[in-house]
């Protein structure tokens, strides 16, 4: 290979090896807790989640118009499955994907994804985490507890067995 065409292929390579690095930091991985949650239970399996019941949806998770299906982890199956009282034991992981129309939702296309990990037994916002996004990280969000809030008397938690039955 004549010495131009290799200055040109190493550029090439190392253009491409950094893009590829790029593009994997923006994607980046989803956090191991909620990786393959596709598999776990979906509360809200043959369920049609859409609307604001509650009042105080707005404009997040889709608003009012959108749709939604929830996962949970093998840790808050047995309490999210029921009629409560809800206190979630540490470990619940709860996914939420949301779908802007009725037509995405069908096709289980262009989620949005939400996650809220509970952190420590006991009540109060600061018992859970939020991720915002598949690959989002997991941390305290004063704009989530704010409106979980609400549910205070459910364990910070709006979707249970309680409430999907009242639909």
Known sequence: MRAG????????????VMLAGCGSLIKGE????WADYKSWTKLTENRTGTGDPTGF????????DGYRD???????????SGMGPY????GT??????????????????????????????????TWHWAAGYTGKAGESQFCSGCHTI????????THEKFLSTQ
């Open 5 to 16: 065409n290799l200055k040109i292929f190493g550029a090439a390579t190392l253009s491409a």
């Open 30 to 33: 989803p956090d191991a807790r």
């Open 70 to 80: 929830v996962y949970v982890n093998e840790t808050g199956k047995e309490m999210l």
């Open 151 to 158: 549910a205070a008397a459910d364990d910070y938690v709006f």
């Open 87 to 90: 206190l979630f034991p540490a």
């Open 93 to 126: 992981v709860i996914v939420k994907e949301q779908f802007g129309s009725k037509a995405d939702w069908e096709a289980q296309k262009g989620a949005q994804v939400t996650v809220s990990i509970k952190i420590e037994d006991g009540a109060g916002p600061s």
């Open 57 to 64: 949806i707005g404009n997040v998770h889709k608003g009012r």
